[in-house]
């Protein structure tokens, strides 16, 4: 057993870490939070057909978000070894990927937009999501960009100034929202499409300000490309897409489960659709901070593999998974006592109110296997060990959640309750092997 001493040093140590890391996906976090509690407010349909168009382009969301973690392994590696040319290449090099990924986005959603009604949802939400589709999609190329920058200025130890620049970022988007949702102050009330174009609005002026400050920041200006545009040096974009891809690819394992669960979801009804989206809304910003640890506890067991210290290993993963817990039992309870109340921030109709008050208290349950999970993916993704967790996520989610869930819902009868408890099988097991796998990583020096 380790001492009590040890796990509250390495605590102390992979939280100061995870600070910064959590507010900065907070800050991601918060428009969608935002776009929610204000669409909500115009009723079901136009809350359902926002979750759908926002969960279709969530797959290639993750794509760009695997780039940009690639940015920040980069940066990091060449502030390790002071080279600042190579930092400047990553981050160019991070944002012409993130770039052309937003082009595919914007191009694979007005592309789909008429074929919406394919995914058997009700007529009317289709209908209702096609033009918010394609102006969320349009977004995606900022909100690339800007994710590059971010991590550029984390590997760079500048985390508060970019986080700083976002947060007012989401403080415009609810002015516009307000604006162009309602329309006040003489603008015109475009509901559901302007909080399509205030979201585009508002990551356009986020990356904006992110270029301004990281060309002008002296701390930082020397390792912050000097041309933008020029031409591309394809090994160094092959180093990123070599670390970005697999990265990409355990995201979308879990991501893309909970795309297909929201479009089998929207075929019960637009009120389970609008319900399910406030649920994961909520159990999405409580998991930002298990994210930032894990991002954190990736940095710290990588730290130790390198320098050989393999009897620190246990003590950091061990003292991150206790906080995970220790938060966990906070943020569930929350959801347990305060469901109903919380609900009635977003929505107003009964039906959809009632349904989204008891996800939450699903979402009670599966946050510690889902906090926990994430965790031991950050530390065994400092290991180098990044292929067989993705299968691993592959199998629970794929071949155990989605087809259990499926035959709750409908078999049983359960509605969108039964997808929820068949994503938590797959989420309880996905903590279980992950949380083995960790444990034999960190027995000791690798095995030749």
């Known amino acids: ?240 897409i070599k670390i970005g891809l697999p990265a990409s690819m355990q995201l979308l394992a879990e991501s893309s489960a909970f795309v297909v669960a929201t479009i089998l979801i929207g075929t019960i009804s637009k009120e389970a659709l609008a319900s399910h989206q406030v649920a994961i809304t909520c159990a999405a910003t409580i998991f930002m901070v298990p994210l930032g640890l894990s991002m954190a506890l990736t940095v710290r067991t990588g730290e130790a593999w390198g320098a050989g210290a393999y009897e620190r290993l246990r003590p950091i993963v061990l003292s991150a998974g206790l906080m995970a817990i220790l938060y966990t039992v906070f943020s569930a309870q929350c959801f347990v006592f305060f469901n109903d109340a919380i609900a009635g921030w977003f929505l107003t109709d009964p039906v959809a109110l009632k349904l989204s008050a008891t996800l939450l208290l699903v979402a009670a349950a599966f946050q510690f296997s889902d906090a926990l999970q994430i965790v031991f993916a950050g530390a065994l993704r400092g290991l180098d060990d990044v292929r067989v967790p993705a299968w691993l996520a592959f199998f629970a989610y794929w071949v155990i959640s989605l087809p259990l869930g499926w035959w709750l819902s409908y078999g049983l009868k359960w509605g969108v309750a039964g997808m929820w408890w068949g994503i938590t099988v797959g989420l309880t097991l996905t903590a279980i092997t992950l949380g083995v796998r960790v444990w034999v990583k960190t027995s000791g020096p690798p095995v030749l």
């Open 1 to 240: 057993m380790h001492s009590i001493t040890i796990l509250l040093r390495e605590a102390r140590a992979t939280f100061v870490l995870a600070i910064p890391l959590i507010a900065g996906q907070l800050s991601h976090m918060l428009m969608a939070v935002v776009d929610t509690l204000m669409i909500g407010r115009l009723g079901v349909v136009p809350l359902a057909a926002a979750t759908f168009a926002n969960n279709v382009i969530h797959l290639p969301f993750m794509v760009i978000i695997g780039v940009t973690i690639a940015v920040s392994v980069r940066v990091s590696q060449a502030r390790g070894a002071d080279d600042p040319p190579a930092a400047r290449a990553a981050l160019r090099h991070g944002m012409l990927l993130g770039l052309f990924a937003g082009i595919l986005t914007v191009i694979g959603a007005v592309a789909l937009a008429p074929f919406l009604g394919w995914f058997g949802q009700e007529a009317e939400v289709a209908s209702t999501a096609s033009i918010y589709f394609q102006i969320v999609g349009v977004s995606m190329i900022p909100a690339a960009c800007s994710m590059a920058i971010k991590n550029h200025a984390d590997a760079m130890n500048r985390p508060w100034p970019a986080f700083a620049i976002l947060l007012v970022a989401v403080g415009l988007n609810v002015l516009l929202n307000w604006l162009l949702i309602y329309g006040k102050m003489g603008f015109p009330a475009l509901g559901l499409e302007g909080a399509g174009i205030a979201t585009l609005l508002a990551r356009t002026s986020g990356v904006l300000g992110l270029l301004y400050w990281c060309t002008h920041d002296r701390r930082i200006r020397e390792w912050v490309p000097y041309q933008w545009f020029r031409k591309p040096d394809w090994i160094a974009v092959r180093s990123l």
